[in-house]
């Protein structure tokens, strides 16, 4: 439990039907100082958690995952910028904090099942398998961020709300007469405590703003950037180089510690290849399969030919040039709605 | 769900129905303020005054040298601002010496006061045990001591202190000595000239009484200046109109208590040496915390080595048993307190604390259940850390 209108509703649900239903609060990492504006546990969400699991007459309990949430989370998202990828926190919090640790605890403490606010849905295949789908609210379907989910874990998850249209999750909230109903949507990575991530980085980790040249694809200097770690793939603002055409960031070359940017033609790859892929089902699909592929928790789907590799590997070829292919964030591949799996963006 | 087994009596405890009886006319019927002139006002000032009588016949002194106030730490805030400005005002001394093992309302009052006040705050180190050596009180005191306080049973870890010892010392130096007993009046003898004490803290909840309600002995003669001024209530030492009810409910509870301390230690004693027994012979990397003999009957309280012992509680919690301990933080935001520091304990161990504490509700059946659970929670707190 947040203290945000998703969790909130997702366990009143339950209550609703009929679970025996303990509230659990992640107490996750914050810079010194910052711990009142880091978005999902603030003292402020906790007193709105505690008053909704009240107010459910539910146990609530805040899990204190400080020390593991940074030598986790926050130390790959440092590492992904060091290695010059744009990492995606959120997957490593839900695999290793929500899914792991979190899940863990829930067990200790006698649970059968772990229930989040995502917005996703699970469900029984008729061989007995756990699918994930997206849920009915694309808008705010979360499934990109649990692909990292097995079958093990699958099988005790619970996601309420994922069956309802968020403007619904909010009546809901109103109907329980839950306090959160109105609170705002949470955005962002919660321990930036919405702040810029590269003031984050320029404080926690000084060595990473090593300027270098910025190059065109054909080796023509055209300036100096600040650390390739400030610069995202498909990045147009912010490059500080005079050209007639707009430039955008192709490539960030760390060997050299070089930024390579050119024209929105030069933009865009058909291919990508995905590390440490999680397949829900267990096993890849067999042979090469179509899917919808989705490179970014925010970008569209693409129509793509994906084939399964070994070492939990695979290289996906799309129908059309992808503009912002990120290396560090998950391709994670859809079937009809069903999530197949995903994994790192090498 | 059936209600968790409650084994956290020095937290609080429920108010005992002989209690609230008496409570209840004050409410409605006699409802007047005690400072008003008339038959309602009169009613009101009878029944405190009462009540006063009750609470100095069972601590063994004066009407006159008793203050109500609205809990045991506004007792400790009054003894210990009240005392100091008291004495700065009548002799000159700015010296507050205090232990190392105290509850915030001391340590936190002292504090402020070295801060915006001038004082000096001296701190006694406590033994392994949390208990003060009088002679460390002896070594300290000086021409400049405006008090000393030293708590009579300590809150976390049970010991008691030698508060007779250490209250001649500061008699033999002129120096008022002041005890929070807020957790030891639950058991223990608080008669105050037999403790050689000048000032004594009560808060009525540990003892079956209401919460919001507690006690401030002082002794006649001792310097103190009010720490809540007004309209001159309780002899012009705290302002505000008196809570008549819960302190006709705190009187009782502290005459009730006095009456059966026999038999209510008779009771929890056994339970609690089984607590300690079990829970050293049977969990491994385990230590008692506070002194094996010199504590409080109803009070058992231990450290775990590598457990995390908030997620303890909420294991127990889970389990369906109400606990508590020294690090107790419902944030999630665990630091060792400062008691399992000053009596030694690494982080390790001191984070892992937990305290079992007893009373008259307890069965042996509940702790016969609460023993055959916990040594699993441990192991479970050690395989998630």
């Known amino acids: 439990m947040s203290g945000g209108v998703d969790s909130s509703v997702a366990a009143a649900l339950l209550k609703q039907q009929g679970y025996e239903v303990i509230g659990l609060m992640l107490r996750l990492w914050s810079e010194t100082g910052r711990e009142d504006s880091n978005r999902c546990c603030t003292p ?6 505690r008053r909704v699991a009240a107010m459910l007459d539910i146990p609530f309990y805040v899990v204190d995952a400080r020390g593991f949430f940074y030598s986790t989370v926050v130390q790959s998202f440092l590492d992904g910028y060091t290695r010059g990828v744009t990492p995606n926190p959120c997957l490593v919090c839900n695999r290793l904090i929500k899914w792991d640790f979190l899940y863990k605890h829930a067990l200790a403490l006698g649970a059968d099942y772990l229930a989040t606010g995502h917005y996703a849905i699970k469900q029984k295949t008729e061989t007995g398998t756990w699918q994930l789908r997206r849920s009915v609210d694309r808008s705010k379907d979360q499934s990109y961020v649990l692909h990292v989910l097995t079958q093990e874990k699958l099988a005790r998850a619970l996601f309420p709300v994922g069956e309802h249209p968020k403007p619904e999750v ?10 959160t109903a109105a609170r705002a949507d949470s955005q962002d990575l919660c321990f930036l405590a919405g702040e810029d991530y ?108 994906v084939t399964p590799i070994a070492d939990r590997k695979a290289s996906v070829l799309f129908d059309l040039p992808q503009r912002d292919i990120t290396p560090g964030q998950a391709a994670v591949f859809y079937m009809d709605n069903v999530v197949l799996g995903g994994g790192i963006i090498e | 769900m059936v209600d968790p087994v409650y084994l956290d009596y020095a937290a609080t405890t429920p108010v005992d129905p002989r209690v609230l009886e ?32 009750t609470v100095a016949a069972t601590l063994n002194c004066r009407p006159d040298e008793i203050v109500f106030t609205s809990c045991g730490s506004e007792s400790d805030n009054l003894a210990l601002r009240g005392a100091a400005l008291g004495m700065r005002e009548k002799i ?17 009052t002292a504090e402020q006061l070295a801060r915006h006040y001038g004082f000096r705050v001296s701190w006694l180190e406590v033994d392994k045990y949390g208990m003060v050596q009088p002679e460390s009180v002896e070594k300290m005191i000086s021409k400049d001591t405006a008090l000393v306080s030293v708590m009579y049973s300590n809150n976390e870890i049970g010991t008691v202190n030698p508060i007779s010892e250490i209250s001649s010392i500061c008699r033999a130096h002129g120096v008022p000595f002041h005890t929070d007993a807020v957790q030891a009046a639950a058991y223990l003898a608080v008669g105050a000239p037999s403790l050689g004490v000048d000032i004594l803290s009560l808060g009525a909840h540990k003892f079956y009484g209401p ?100 997620l303890l509680l909420t294991l127990l919690d889970a389990a369906g048993f109400a606990c508590s301990s020294g690090s107790a933080c419902k944030t999630g935001n665990p630091e060792p307190s400062e008691v399992m520091t000053a009596i030694g304990l690494s982080r390790d161990w001191g984070l892992g604390s937990l305290r079992v504490t007893l009373g008259v509700g307890t069965t042996p059946a509940e702790i016969d259940l609460f023993l055959q659970t916990l040594p699993g929670l441990v192991e479970k707190a050690r395989s998630l850390k």
């Open chain 2, 211 to 310: 919460k919001g309600v507690g006690a401030l002995y002082i002794r006649k003669g001792t310097p103190m200046l009010p720490a809540q001024t007004g309209g001159g209530q309780e002899a012009g030492m705290r302002a505000g109109t008196q809570n008549v009810p819960y302190i006709v409910g705190f009187a009782e509870a502290l005459r009730l208590t006095r009456g059966e301390c026999e038999q209510r230690t008779a009771h929890v004693h056994p339970l609690r040496d089984r607590i300690i027994g079990t829970v050293l012979e049977e969990i491994p990397d385990a230590c008692l915390t506070g002194h094996p003999a010199r504590r409080m009957p109803n009070h058992a309280s231990f450290a775990f080595k590598d457990v995390d012992g908030n």
């Open chain 1, 44 to 49: 402020d969400s906790q007193s709105q958690a």
């Open chain 2, 22 to 53: 008496r409570m209840l006319p004050y409410f409605i019927k006699t409802f007047g303020n005690p400072s008003s002139i008339h038959h309602y006002g009169q009613q009101a000032e009878h029944a405190i005054e009462t009540a006063r009588e």
């Open chain 1, 198 to 305: 590269r003031e984050f980085l320029r404080r926690n980790a000084p060595g990473i703003g090593r300027s270098g040249p910025i190059l065109n694809r054909s080796g023509q200097a055209l300036g100096d950037h600040q650390g390739l770690a400030y610069y995202t793939i498909g990045q147009r603002k912010g490059l500080g180089v005079a050209s007639t055409v707009p430039l955008y960031v192709l490539e960030k070359d760390v060997v050299r510690n070089t930024l390579i940017v050119g024209t929105e033609d030069e933009l865009g790859s058909t291919t990508l290849l995905a590390n440490g892929i999680n397949w829900i089902a267990g096993e890849p699909p067999t042979g090469r399969f179509h899917a919808e592929v989705k490179t970014r928790y925010t970008a569209k789907d693409a129509p793509a030919k």
């Open chain 1, 170 to 179: 909010r009546d809901l909230a109103r109907s329980f007469g839950l306090s």
């Open chain 2, 92 to 108: 000159g001394t700015n010296q507050i010496i205090t232990s190392r093992a105290e509850h915030h309302a001391i340590s936190k």
